[in-house]
């Protein structure tokens, strides 16, 4: 095999929100052990097109590097992942960059994620405390719920879950499988399970648990691994007894 001497990306654009989408072809100097992102940082340094014409350096998203933030998510040779953690050696050429479809785009490869977190919003996604001083320890959870929360507590919102899924577009309400997921790790937790009922009517309402196809994408495409399948098996079973709750009258857990 000849030695590679240059990468070929071919990044899809788009200059505003209102503007329509364009690619564009760039070629860098191959370097070894490259990712994604550090492609789009030597074009961003020298902001020349395939045809050697000056134009504006690609925008894109990027926080920890480490594949912790989810930020860098877009859609690399037709699949959605994080750009920090797929390897430039391990792609075939041309390598093509698109922003995810599931959000509105931005600016080139930077999305709006805002219906994400209006959702994180509907469900409570966090963990409700009583002030802002000590309150000393707080109760403990037992090894074994610890030990499958832990799995659910790596989802770090990127979105590639929303982007793989069939049921979540511009025609349907359904919030996507992490939004699903989230609820069962903040509702295992012994202060979270304060809120467990608030959390799953909100399952219950439009976009909830209803819209789930289980076409089972996302756990395939989950770049952490998690479970949301189980999980979302999880709610369907708790919502179901929340459904029955709520219409008999009953406040217990």
């Known amino acids: 095999m000849a030695e590679?001497?240059?990468i070929t990306f071919i990044i899809t654009r788009q200059d505003s929100p209102d503007s329509s989408p364009y690619k564009e072809t760039f070629k860098i100097p191959y370097r070894k052990n490259?990712?994604?992102?550090?492609?789009?940082?030597?074009i961003q340094r020298n902001p020349v097109n395939a045809n050697g014409e000056k134009t504006t350096p690609v925008k894109w998203e990027m926080s920890c590097l480490e594949e912790v933030c989810g930020a860098c998510s877009m859609v690399i040779n037709g699949y959605a992942?994080?750009?920090?953690?797929?390897?430039?050696?391990?792609?075939?050429?041309?390598?093509?960059?698109?922003?995810?479809?599931?959000?509105?785009?931005?600016?080139?490869?930077v999305v709006d994620r805002e219906r994400m977190f209006d959702d994180l919003k509907r469900i409570k996604a966090w963990i409700p405390i009583d002030g802002t001083h000590d309150l000393?320890?707080?109760?403990?959870?037992?090894e074994q719920t610890r030990q499958w929360a832990y799995e659910l507590s790596k989802c770090?919102?990127?979105?590639?879950?929303?982007?793989?899924c069939p049921n979540v577009n511009d025609k349907s309400e359904f919030m996507g499988p992490a939004l699903l997921?989230?609820?069962?790790?903040?509702?295992a937790h012994p202060t979270g399970a304060m809120n467990k009922s608030e959390r799953l009517d909100a399952l219950l309402d439009d976009g909830?648990?209803?819209g789930c196809g289980n076409s089972q994408n996302c756990v395939q495409a989950c770049p952490k691994g998690i479970p949301l399948t189980t999980s979302i098996a999880a709610m369907n079973r708790a919502t179901m007894i929340q459904s029955f709750k709520n219409f008999f009258g009953s406040d217990t857990n």
Do not use: H, K, W
Not at 136 to 142: E, L, T, Y
Not at 181 to 187: D, G, K
């Open 156 to 164: 770090m919102t990127c979105g590639v879950c929303l982007e793989v």
């Open 181 to 187: 997921s989230l609820p069962r790790l903040y509702n």
């Open 4 to 6: 590679q001497n240059t």
């Open 34 to 42: 490259m990712n994604v992102i550090a492609g789009l940082m030597e």
């Open 81 to 109: 992942q994080q750009s920090c953690a797929t390897l430039i050696d391990e792609l075939e050429q041309p390598i093509r960059l698109e922003p995810m479809s599931t959000f509105p785009v931005v600016r080139d490869l």
């Open 208 to 210: 909830g648990v209803s």
């Open 136 to 142: 000393g320890p707080g109760p403990r959870m037992d």
